[in-house]
DNA sequence: GATTAAGTCAACCCATTGGTTGACAAAGCA
DNA sequence: TGCTTTGTCAACCAATGGGTTGACTTAATC
C-alpha cells in the first residue's frame, strides 16, 4: 500500500502540515484578540499544543507568522467580494466575516501604524461594483463610490471596530450571530432607502 | 505680592500641573498611535521631555496613565454631542474628533478586550437624538434607533478604525483634516438622501 | 538494518521594559 | 535661616518574552 499517505494525516504522529495550520489557526485567534503587540508566542504555542519553538522553525519567528497570516486572509475576503446579489447581501456577509478571527486580525491592522500588504485589486472591484450600482439606480449617483463604498465597510464592521460601543448602545453581545444577522438587517434596509424614492 | 502663583506657570522650574499635563499629552499621542501594549513608557516620558519615573510618581504606572486618559475623554465627545444642529454638522465634527489622539485612543480601546468605561450617558443622549430625528422625519423610522446611531458612528470614524483600506481605496492620506471634510460632506449627502423623499 | 533528514521539545539566553531606589534640588514654612 | 515637603532625575533591578541550542525521536532512504 502507499505509505505516502497511510495515517490518514492526522493520526500520525507527526505531521508537518498539521503542525503549520494548527499554528496559524491558533495564531489567527490569538492575534485577532489581542492585537499583534499584546500576543504572547506561548499563548500561540500553547493553543496549538505545540513548542513554542516551532513557531520559529516554520515561520520564522512571531512576525513571520504574522505576516503570514496577513498575506493569507485575503481569500476570506475575495470570496463575499465578487457577484451581482443585491448590496444587502453582500453587506451581511461583510458583517458576519467581522466577527472571524481573520476579520479581527484585520481591524487590528488597520490600526497599526505599519502598512498591511492588502489586497488593492479587491478593494478596486468592490469600488467598480459601486459604480455599477449607481448606475442601475441602486444607489444615489452624486456620490463618490470609494467614499461610499468606504463608509458601507465602516458601518458594516461596526460590531467588530465599536464593539464596547455597540455593546453600550445595544446592551447586547454585538460578537454573536445574532446580534450581526438583526445589524445585518438594519444595514439593509438602510441602504435599500438610499434607492428608494417614495 | 502672591507668591502662590508668581513664575507664570509655565516659566517655573518645577511645576506640577504642567509636568502632569505634559505626560497626559504625550501618552494619548502614544498609546493613540500605537495602542496600550505597543507603547513604551519610556517614549511617553521622551515625548513629554520628562523622567520616565514621574509616570509612576504621578499616576502609578502606566495603566493608572491610561485609565486616567480613558475616564478623561470623554469631555472631547460630550461637547460634539448636543444641540440640534442638522445630522450632517453631528457627523462632520465626529469625523475630525477621529483624527485626535484621544479619537485614535478610543478606536484602539475598541478593540482590546477589556472594557475601557466609556460613558453611557452620552451614547444614550446619542440614541434619543436619533429618535427624535426621526420622528421629525429626517430620519427613516422604521430603523433601530440604536443600530441607526452605531453604523453612522462606523461610518464617520471610517478614516481612523480602516484607515490603511481608506488609504488603499482613495490614494490619500485619510489622517488629514482635509480628507475629513470631504469624507463629511460624503456623509452629509448620504444622510441627507437617507430623509429626501425625491 | 543503518544512515540521514525532518520534526519536536525542554532548557537556556539575553535584550527589553516597567518599575523602584536613593540622591538631590526647588519651593514652602517656621 | 534652617527644616520639611514636593518634584525630578540617573542608576539600578526583576520579570517578561522572543529567540536559540542541543538533545532526542520519528520517518524516509539506501
Known sequence: MDQR?????????????????????????????????????????ARAGVNKQLISYYFGGKEGLYKELATSWHGTAAE???????????????????????????AWSNLAEDSPPTDEAFLRAQVEQMRERQEAGELPADLDPGLLLLALMAAASAPLTLRHT????????????????????????????????T
Do not use: C, N
Open 80 to 106: 463575499m467580494a465578487s457577484a451581482e446579489q443585491p448590496l444587502g447581501t453582500v453587506l451581511a456577509g461583510f458583517v458576519h466575516t467581522t466577527l472571524t478571527d481573520h476579520g479581527r486580525l484585520w
Open 166 to 197: 455597540a455593546r453600550q448602545i445595544t446592551g447586547e453581545d454585538p460578537a454573536t450571530p445574532e446580534f450581526a444577522t438583526k445589524y445585518a438587517e438594519q444595514l439593509a434596509s438602510l441602504v435599500r432607502h438610499l434607492s428608494r424614492r
Open 5 to 45: 499517505r497511510s495515517p490518514s494525516a492526522s493520526e500520525r504522529k507527526r505531521d508537518p502540515e498539521r503542525t503549520r495550520a494548527l499554528l496559524l489557526e491558533a495564531a489567527a485567534a490569538e492575534f485577532g484578540a489581542k492585537g499583534y503587540a499584546a500576543t504572547r508566542t506561548t499563548d500561540i504555542a
